[in-house]
């Protein structure tokens, strides 16, 4: 548990390094309890300069074998494109030293992006000596992934660092969330690649290499490249484009589940 600590710890003075104060974050344009709601949804908070700087956007979900990605370009607001990353099995056995290479490879497997997204991880309760293994050493690769996206300069931007979504934010956002599980992202998904998509949403144009990419995967690597995708759109919903119209659906399923 002090481990798991620790590496929350270095990610949190590390982040709040890099960025403003949210009490100093003003959005001018946006109604206040948009801008109010804005600050709990995700971390670290940006200011308004640096989200109107945001061009493309890399949405990740990190599981214990795989890592889906999806890359937006938020101001064409188009789907670039879309994969997977098979992680090792035994990751849970490798040395510190080997973890950091397996980290520092799978970077290169991932798309460029001015901010990569994600859910927070979330602790799950009492676990075997194992399975505190098997935590412990993904939170390790995610503190290492994390630490090597912010520090990277592939890209001609100034910043590329990481941001983390409130956990199942997007999952109450696209009405994927029962209890606390998130069901398959197959249909929303299919629906913005046939443009159903509900209007509420903002609409995307997908590139044929992403469509091309998710197709071809198993139905494990489609709930991955799905899920990455929905938390980069409702990364951009939210924060770049405050859709007022998510802001308040999203309302709505909080009042809900209150009842």
């Given at each position: 548990m002090k481990l798991m600590k620790k590496v929350f710890?270095?990610?949190?003075?590390?982040?709040?390094?890099?960025?403003?104060?949210?009490?100093?974050?003003r959005n001018k344009e946006a109604p206040d309890k948009i801008e109010k709601d804005i600050k709990q949804y995700y971390f670290p908070h940006l200011s308004n300069e640096k989200i109107e700087k945001i061009t493309n956007i890399v949405g990740l979900n990190i599981g214990s074998n795989y890592i889906?990605?999806?890359k937006v370009n938020t101001v064409n607001k188009k789907i670039m494109n879309m994969g997977t990353v098979l992680l090792p099995e035994n990751k849970h056995k490798l040395?510190?030293?080997?973890?950091?290479?397996?980290?520092?490879s799978t970077l290169q497997l991932c798309p460029e992006g001015d901010h990569y997204i994600l859910d927070e991880f979330k602790k799950s309760g009492k676990?075997?000596?194992t399975q505190f293994l098997?935590?412990?050493t993904r939170l390790q690769f995610i503190a290492m992934l994390m630490t090597l996206f912010n520090s990277n300069r592939r890209s001609e931007n100034e910043h590329c660092t990481t941001i983390f979504l409130k956990p199942h934010l997007s999952g109450r956002l696209f009405n994927l969330l029962i209890g606390n599980e998130i069901v398959s992202s197959k249909k929303i998904v299919n629906e913005i690649f046939s443009g159903t998509f509900p209007s509420k949403f903002t609409t995307f144009e997908t590139c044929h290499e992403a469509i091309l990419n998710y197709k071809k995967g198993n139905s494990i690597e489609k709930d991955f490249m799905g899920d990455a995708l929905?938390?980069?759109l409702t990364?951009?919903?939210?924060?770049?484009?405050?859709?007022?119209?998510?802001?308040?659906?999203?309302?709505?399923?909080s009042k809900k589940s209150e009842k």
């Open positions: 710890n270095v990610l949190n003075l590390h982040f709040r390094s890099c960025y403003t104060n949210p009490k100093n974050v889906g990605f999806a040395k510190i030293t080997d973890l950091y290479l397996l980290a520092f676990v075997d000596n098997v935590q412990s929905l938390t980069a990364f951009a919903e939210l924060i770049i484009y405050k859709n007022k119209k998510c802001y308040d659906s999203l309302y709505r399923v």
